[in-house]
């Protein structure tokens, strides 16, 4: 397994040796994907092995996986979404078609082969983020929520013994003020 990732992958010739790669790219480096995000931050991790199957066609498979800040399309603010998504492509060559590829499999043409790594790992998660994001709660909606557990801490600190009232400047018990005017009827 390659610790340090290449910046070219020659595939069919990773292949014949049974290839593996596991790494991470910042979101910062992958440019194509900004115009996606609410804000550029964090990273996406990937694995790969590229080989021949036993058809003989090459094979790339592995998982990537991504926490990116998308914006809400309910309230346009940042939210988060987390991606897992399998990799799972043959490669074609020129000439080849894209007929009979195995269930769950998408065609990678090696028209410009060695490509870059980056590039084909940048394409997969362009692929598997979703075209809409969205808060399962609005910010605005946690914000009211949080206010109203404010409002309560408030009132039980005013109620709490170690803030004793000057006597005389406690304010009038209800019940005591409706109890005297009962008593002066
Ligand atoms: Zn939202």
């Not at 992958?9 to 992958?30: E, N, T």
């Amino acid at each position: 397994m390659s610790s340090v990732l290449p910046e070219f992958i020659d595939i069919p010739r990773l292949a014949k040796h049974r290839s593996h790669f596991q790494g991470s790219y910042s979101l910062a480096r992958l440019t194509r994907v900004h115009d996606r995000l609410h804000t550029v931050a964090g990273e996406m991790r990937f694995s790969l092995i590229i080989q021949y199957d036993e058809q003989w066609r090459i094979t790339l498979k592995g998982e990537l996986e991504a926490v990116v800040i998308m914006e809400c399309q309910r309230c346009l603010q940042a939210v988060s979404v987390e991606i897992q998504q399998p990799i799972a492509l043959i490669a074609l060559a020129e000439g080849q078609t894209d007929d009979n590829l195995p269930e769950g499999y998408e065609p990678l043409w090696l028209e410009d082969s060695p490509l870059k790594l980056q590039e084909l790992i940048e394409d997969e998660l362009i692929l598997a983020m979703p075209m809409i994001a969205r808060h399962d709660h609005c910010p605005d909606l946690a914000e009211e929520v949080s206010v109203l557990l404010v409002a309560e801490t408030e009132a039980v600190v005013e109620d709490a013994p170690s803030l004793p009232a000057e006597e005389g400047t406690r304010p009038a018990n209800p019940f005591a003020v409706l109890a005297n005017l009962k008593k002066s009827q």
